[in-house]
């Protein structure tokens, strides 16, 4: 069993930065691609942006391009989503996800979800 849990989410203002992190546990960290996605209110769950095992390939959402920046450290076993130029239109419930070997982007492609933690932006 893979478990994942999220932290760093808070309340910010609009142009402020929040760095959230996924803790990973059960198995082979560097085994599974990784990815966040968020959620806000009465929205369904949309794609931010996935890494490869390695670290090296990276995947951004249209929104977040050029303001957020995935990374991994496969020996602390963590990923980290380090989002700059907040704007109220981020505020969600952000959630990590692990898909085994492959980059995915889609939902349903991944085999394990964290509970998710809330990013607030404010005006």
């Known amino acids: 069993q893979v478990q994942l849990v999220e932290s760093g989410g808070g309340l910010v203002q609009a142009g402020g930065s929040l760095r959230l992190s996924c803790a990973v546990s059960?198995?082979?960290?560097?085994?599974?691609?990784m990815g966040w996605f968020r959620q806000a209110p009465g929205k369904e769950r949309e794609f931010v942006g996935a890494i490869a095992r390695s670290g090296r390939d990276t995947y951004y959402s249209d929104s977040v391009k050029g303001r957020f920046t995935i990374s991994r450290d496969n020996v602390k076993n963590a990923m980290y989503l380090q989002m700059n130029s907040l704007k109220p239109e981020d505020t969600a419930v952000y959630y990590c996800?692990?898909?085994?070997?492959?980059?995915?982007?889609?939902?349903?492609?991944?085999?394990?979800w964290g509970q998710g933690t809330q990013v607030t932006v404010s005006t």
């Open positions: 059960g198995r082979t960290f560097s085994s599974y691609a």
């Open positions: 996800a692990a898909h085994f070997l492959v980059t995915a982007i889609l939902q349903a492609e991944y085999d394990y």
